[in-house]
């Protein structure tokens, strides 16, 4: 079964992100440290995304703790469902200014609740 909308670009990178995190759990269970150049790009996206997540929450709007956040070589991609397009523009503006962030997928979709 194959995936027509899969871009291969996109699944390779992420695949070898998956390889670099496979990769640094063996050798930190083999060595006691991670040895790894990619951990290094790892753990700066999982430093970039917590901060990414905080800034969010810092916002007081409850609707922004709920999106989802993706990070991949200090790409950030936000997804979810909001009520108003100041708030899609709120949440990409604050995660601009969080450090090591160099680009920002906003698939917000603003939905309005009847």
Same mark, same amino acid.
């Given at each position: 079964?194959?995936?027509? !909308?899969?871009?291969?670009?996109?699944?390779?990178?992420?695949?070898?992100?998956?390889?670099?995190?496979?990769?640094?759990?063996?050798?930190?269970?083999?060595?006691?440290?991670?040895?790894? #150049? @990619? $951990?290094?790009?790892?753990?700066?996206?999982?430093?970039? &995304?917590?901060?990414?997540?905080?800034? &969010?929450?810092? $916002?007081? %709007?409850? /609707?922004?703790? @709920?999106?989802?956040? %993706?990070?991949? %070589?200090?790409?950030?991609?936000?997804?979810?469902?909001?009520?108003?397009?100041? &708030?899609?523009?709120? #949440? /990409?503006?604050?995660?601009?200014?969080?450090?090591?962030?160099?680009?920002?997928? !906003?698939?917000?979709?603003?939905?309005?609740?009847?």
């Amino acid at each position: 079964m194959t995936n027509e !909308n899969c871009d291969p670009r996109t699944t390779s990178q992420f695949a070898v992100a998956s390889l670099a995190v496979t990769s640094q759990k063996q050798q930190t269970l083999a060595h006691g440290e991670p040895t790894n #150049a @990619a $951990t290094a790009v790892v753990d700066a996206d999982a430093d970039t &995304l917590n901060a990414a997540s905080a800034a &969010l929450h810092h $916002t007081g %709007y409850a /609707q922004l703790r @709920a999106v989802k956040l %993706y990070c991949h %070589y200090g790409r950030i991609v936000l997804q979810g469902r909001i009520s108003t397009h100041f &708030l899609k523009h709120l #949440a /990409q503006e604050v995660v601009r200014l969080v450090p090591n962030v160099k680009e920002i997928d !906003n698939d917000l979709h603003v939905v309005c609740s009847r």
